[in-house]
Antibody, heavy 121, light 108 residues
Framework: DVRLLESGGGLIQPGGSLRLSCAASGFTFSDFDMIWVRQRPGQGLEWVSRISGSGSSTFYADSAEGRFTISRVNAANTLYLQIDSLGADDSAVYFC??????????????WGQGTLVVVSS | SYVLTQSPSVSVAPGRTATIICGGDNIVGKTVHWYQQKPGQAPIVIMFYDSDRPSGVPERFSGSKSENTATLTISGVEDDDEAAYYCQVWDKSRDHWVFGGGTKLTVL
């Protein structure tokens, strides 16, 4: 079974940085793009970033461009999201997502339970 | 950037049919996926590739698409269907993945 376990969230002061991790299991990690989606409190889902299976291609939402860095270590089956210069607007649950199948148009088939980031002084 | 528009809320009595609409420019040319999210839980895919149901999703759920609208239809609504529903597409022109704002389904 596919399992995605996020970690690294918590209470962070404005202007700070953090790195979220997602430990994946149950599939051949390097065969799949991986995705981060966030959900601000009481709000809808927002795609944040995506990385190819090899890690050579990365994609960012406009809201994430410049401050967010997605990366992966395939040997460790782990996905990362580095967020710098955190602001209150970055407070959200961050979900690690695996596509249901290959291809850019594929569904977001598998979701972790999310890790909560709260940006506050 | 590509925008998907959903009504914030829909209410329906048990046993009736709920229609959840996702509007987007020429959405007929895109592949639409639908997600269900219950409070405190991660989303799950409830419909993929416009009208395919993942295993375990009841036949009461169906999907369709027209020129500028994608529709998720839930027939014979049950209390357990109360949730938020999101549509999602890939915007090929920008390599961005887009969600609709979500529709909260209330079962009366």
């Amino acid at each position: 079974d596919v399992r995605l376990l996020e970690s690294g969230g918590g209470l962070i002061q404005p202007g700070g940085s953090l790195r979220l991790s997602c430990a994946a299991s149950g599939f051949t990690f390097s065969d799949f793009d991986m995705i981060w989606v966030r959900q601000r409190p009481g709000q809808g889902l927002e795609w944040v970033s995506r990385i190819s299976g090899s890690g050579s291609s990365t994609f960012y939402a406009d809201s994430a461009e410049g401050r967010f860095t997605i990366s992966r270590v395939n040997a460790a089956n782990t996905l990362y999201l580095q967020i710098d210069s955190l602001g209150a607007d970055d407070s959200a649950v961050y979900f690690c997502v695996k596509p249901g199948r290959g291809g850019a148009a594929a569904d977001f088939g598998f979701w972790g339970q999310g890790t909560l980031v709260v940006v506050s002084s | 950037s590509y925008v998907l528009t959903q009504s914030p809320s829909v209410s329906v009595a048990p046993g009736r049919t709920a229609t959840i609409i996702c509007g987007g420019d020429n959405i007929v040319g895109k592949t639409v996926h639908w997600y269900q999210q219950k409070p405190g839980q991660a989303p799950i895919v409830i419909m993929f590739y416009d009208s395919d149901r993942p295993s375990g999703v009841p036949e009461r759920f169906s999907g369709s698409k027209s020129e500028n609208t994608a529709t998720l239809t839930i027939s014979g609504v049950e209390d357990d269907d109360e949730a938020a529903y999101y549509c999602q597409v890939w915007d090929k022109s920008r390599d961005h993945w887009v969600f609709g704002g979500g529709t909260k389904l209330t079962v009366l």
